[in-house]
């Protein structure tokens, strides 16, 4: 069972919007990849249909126009069998608190002090996220001891399993929170991603953090000088380290 949340003021009447990405941002690591893994190595027969899917699919993931469409085929690799979306969410569930050691462990302490000022200042803080809502949800709450609302990628049941039908990504992410009732402007955005550019030149003060290096110049070139671009404790990205 999970320890209560934390305390926190109400958020004000005045609060500005803050909106954090989740993957590389506040947790190290990709979580969904993390989640889909275990799903499908459950058992074997899993594992051989991921197999089966692979040359055809995992290429599809490194490209954003295809990259929904490659995730789709683990995700139903990994749920088939499941009657909807309520088991599916069961199931995360008890890959989190299965795995609830591991979890704390790749969970950004720097990230999370930087959240935790935020909802202490009774700022509207929420997490938008590629990854499916309920495991976002269920990490921050079991782990993290957090009750932030979560804006995520959308699944459904297809085809004997479940598989996404928004994307949580790129210009989807600026739609599905203002869909979700996150209107007001945002005034800080964190996050890793490239993708996440819309959400970037969205706010009015944009925070790149652990970034790929590969992704740094881009950043600066399209984004207002003097941007922090900084390192909250990510191994292997870039950034102005913060003690």
């Known amino acids: 069972m999970s320890a209560a949340p934390r ?16 993957d590389h941002t506040l947790y190290d690591g990709d979580s969904g990849t993390h989640l889909f893994a275990w799903l499908v190595k459950r058992q074997w027969w899993r594992r051989a249909l991921a197999l089966l899917l692979a040359p055809v699919f995992a290429p599809l993931i490194a490209f954003l126009p295809t990259r929904r469409r490659g995730i789709s085929a683990f995700v139903w690799a990994g749920s088939l069998g499941m009657r909807g979306v ?17 979890i704390r462990g790749r969970l950004l302490p720097i990230a999370l002090d930087v959240l935790h000022r935020h909802r202490e200042a009774g700022d509207q803080v929420v997490v ?48 599905m929170l203002r869909q979700a009732g996150f209107t007001a402007p945002v005034a800080m955005a964190y996050t890793d991603s490239s993708a996440d550019l819309p959400l970037l030149q969205a706010a009015a003060r944009p925070v790149v953090v652990n970034p790929k290096p590969s992704r740094v110049a881009m950043f600066r070139r399209l984004l207002p000088a003097g941007t922090p671009i900084l390192n ?3 191994p292997g990205r870039a950034g102005d380290p913060v003690t």
């Open 86 to 102: 309520a088991d599916f969410n069961a199931a995360i569930d008890r890959y989190v608190a299965l795995h609830a050691d591991e």
């Open 232 to 234: 909250w404790g990510c």
């Open 128 to 175: 938008a996220t590629g990854a499916p809502p309920e495991l976002a949800r269920a990490i921050l709450a079991f782990v993290a001891h957090e009750d932030v609302p979560v804006v995520g990628t959308e699944v459904v049941p297809r085809l004997g399993g479940v598989g996404p039908r928004r994307h949580c990504h790129h210009a989807m992410k600026m739609v």
């Open 7 to 22: 305390t926190y003021p109400g958020v004000r009447a005045d609060a500005p919007l803050v909106v954090f990405d989740f």
